[in-house]
């Protein structure tokens, strides 16, 4: 059974203690999605990464280090890895790790989904759509923040953006605590010297330029 405890409040968000957090290996996924062929997006992942968040008193004056092992990338087809690993792109021999380095935290408020959950409870049944809207009771407040940092690919550094919706913080039932997130951003490879392409006859190139990345799953409180 969870254990509740105290937490703080900041903007209406329920917010971990101040401390040094460490990403969940259990509860994590570092993803990227590219075009292929101009028409279809290729999802992968990497599985071996690691993270360090340290929560400041003011949440943001906090800061995120984060190491990825590129040769743990899998897009679950053989061939398509080996040619992502290989010099055309990560290099992993050469280039064994991602870098990333939080250099500051916005705040871009509160999200909540009241209009959303009238509409839904009005689609139940005549009976609920009568209640008034102050009945409705919004999931808990979420928020969404800015985290910029510097990302190093293949040796070469640039400044990139991350858009992290906080999930909340909590203490698990083995006694931890925790919190939550989802980050989503994205990148151009070739800046990094990801330059390998094929021109396609009729138009376009084989591999698109564009990266999606998301980054979510849980931090741990460390002792």
């Known amino acids: 059974m969870t254990t509740a405890r105290p937490v703080r409040q900041w903007n209406g968000l329920t917010v971990p203690d101040a401390g040094t957090y460490a990403l969940d290996e259990a509860h994590k996924r570092i993803g990227f999605t590219g075009m292929h062929m101009m028409v279809s997006p290729v999802r992968g992942e990497f599985t071996r990464a690691s993270a360090t968040i340290l929560v400041g008193e003011d949440p943001l004056a906090s800061a995120v280090t984060a190491t990825i092992e590129t040769a743990s990338l899998t897009t679950h087809h053989e061939e398509r890895d080996a040619h992502l690993r290989s010099p055309d792109f990560l290099d992993v021999d050469a280039y064994p790790t991602i870098e990333f380095r939080s250099t500051s935290v916005d705040w871009h408020g509160e999200q909540q989904d009241q209009i959303l959950a009238w509409a839904r409870l009005r689609n139940r049944s005549p009976e609920r ?6 009945r409705v009771q919004p999931r808990a407040a ?6 910029h940092g510097l990302l190093t690919v293949r040796g070469v550094t640039h400044r990139t953006v991350l858009s992290m919706q906080y999930g909340g913080a909590r203490r698990d039932p083995y006694g931890r605590d925790i919190f939550g997130f989802h980050a989503a951003g994205e990148i151009d490879r070739e800046s990094y010297g990801l330059v390998w392409n094929v021109l396609l006859e009729t138009g376009g190139f084989l591999v698109g330029k564009k990266i999606g990345l998301e980054i979510a799953g849980e931090a741990i409180l460390q002792a």
Request: proline fraction near 0%; charged fraction near 25%; hydrophobic fraction near 40%.
């Open 129 to 134: 759509a009568e209640l008034s809207q102050d």
């Open 142 to 147: 979420q928020g969404r923040f800015l985290v």
